[in-house]
């Protein structure tokens, strides 16, 4: 079982509709959560951080957690064409000492 | 705040060869990251560090890999004796210190090419 893991997608929505992006992790001890975007050939981009169960509005963009499910998502509400990326999921672990896990990601298409 | 700064953007050497690169970060964080990414791939975490101090590295990273931050501003990794596998990107990220894990901010990497 991977550490951080996503859906690699690719993920098709309309412009316009919500676009719900999936991530669970392996570590319960785990405390922050992170979701980066990140364009082709660029560097990731912060999107959201999430530290508490329930759900984080910021604009278009809701991050969802739930510890006991291990369970993390990212919710973008009217999908742009702009919003075609990867996203990553990260997660802060100690188990075995201090490290950030990103999954593989998530790639987004949003259809004009 | 001008963000983090890596340089150099791409590098292309031959197989053997020792390359270093070099980070800066944004100048009020405390925390130093340095990944790997190959495509395809999510950032792989090698080492951190909290002001001068490296406080964890990946066990997956060989002896050939090195970092260091002497000052606890900028920061340096340098591999040595390169191999074809070192080929990525390698990105360096930043944080502030906090409570809790604060964000990270990364850099825009440097491209590593091996012939």
């Known amino acids: 079982q991977k550490e951080v893991e996503q859906n690699s997608g690719p993920l098709s929505v309309p412009e316009g509709a919500i676009a719900s992006l999936n991530c669970t992790y392996s570590?319960?001890?785990?405390?922050?959560f992170f979701w980066y975007r990140q364009y082709s050939g660029k560097s990731p981009e912060l999107i959201m951080f999430?530290?508490?169960?329930g759900d984080k509005e910021d604009g278009r963009f809701t991050a969802q957690l739930n510890k006991a499910s291990q369970y993390v998502s990212l919710l973008i509400r009217d999908s742009q064409p702009s919003d075609s990326a990867t996203y990553l999921c990260a997660v802060n672990s100690y188990t075995g000492g201090f490290k950030t896990i990103f999954g593989a990601g998530t790639r987004l298409f949003v259809k004009a | 705040d001008t963000g983090v700064s890596q340089n150099p953007r791409h590098k292309i050497t031959k197989r053997g060869q020792n390359v270093t690169f070099r980070c800066d970060p944004i100048?009020?964080?405390?925390?130093l990251y340095w990944y790997r990414q190959t495509l395809g791939q999510g950032p792989e975490f090698l080492t951190y560090f909290q002001n001068e101090a490296q406080l964890e590295k990946s066990r997956l990273l060989s002896d050939r890999f090195s970092a260091e931050r002497p000052k606890g501003s900028f920061s340096t990794l340098e591999i040595q004796r390169t191999e074809q596998g070192d080929s990525a990107m390698y990105l360096c990220?930043?944080?502030?210190?906090?409570?809790?894990?604060?964000?990270?901010?990364f850099g825009d990497g440097t491209r590593l090419s091996i012939l």
């Open positions: 990220a930043s944080s502030p210190l906090g409570q809790q894990n604060q964000p990270q901010h």
């Open positions: 570590d319960r001890g785990s405390q922050s």
């Open positions: 100048s009020e964080h405390n925390r």
């Open positions: 999430i530290y508490s169960n």
